[in-house]
């Protein structure tokens, strides 16, 4: 009795796991890289929250300090376009990593298969 219980225990084990590699492609390229997309995307909006660069593109025209001299607005306006600048910059550098980010997600996978074929069949083969 209890050596049939084992077997369908252990069968059912199988049976899972089995359906779990094969399900594992599926997964990475439709829920996986939704998921992707979507932290990707926060990713960026978060960056540009943190940065503050809406609200520093909202007030670039507002004078500093409440001056109203010419050249403190000259002053206030070259000041706030340059931190505007730099945080676009930085703004778009988490971009650029955040996609590469998720060109290599879309890459693992492939490059996984082929270096366990690769390994796999070279440790057959020596």
């Known amino acids: 009795m209890k ?5 369908l225990v252990l ?8 359906r779990e590699i094969l399900f594992l ?19 960026i909006k ?8 809406s609200i520093w593109a909202k007030n670039l ?11 403190g607005k000259l002053i206030s306006f070259f000041m706030r376009l340059i931190m ?7 703004t778009f550098v988490w971009m650029i990593v955040a996609l ?6 879309l890459a693992v996978f492939p490059l996984s298969i082929l270096g366990i074929l690769y390994h796999g069949l070279g440790m057959v083969f020596v």
């Open 3 to 7: 050596s049939t219980q084992s077997a």
């Open 11 to 18: 069968k059912h084990l199988l049976a899972d796991l089995i």
């Open 61 to 71: 025209f507002v004078p500093m300090y409440g001056e109203t001299t010419i050249s």
């Open 25 to 43: 492609p599926v997964w990475w390229y439709t829920i996986g890289l939704a998921r992707m997309v979507v932290w990707c995307g926060q990713s």
């Open 100 to 105: 590469l980010l998720f060109v290599a997600y």
């Open 84 to 90: 505007v600048i730099a945080r676009g910059i930085a």
């Open 46 to 53: 978060g960056a540009a929250q943190t940065t503050g660069l």
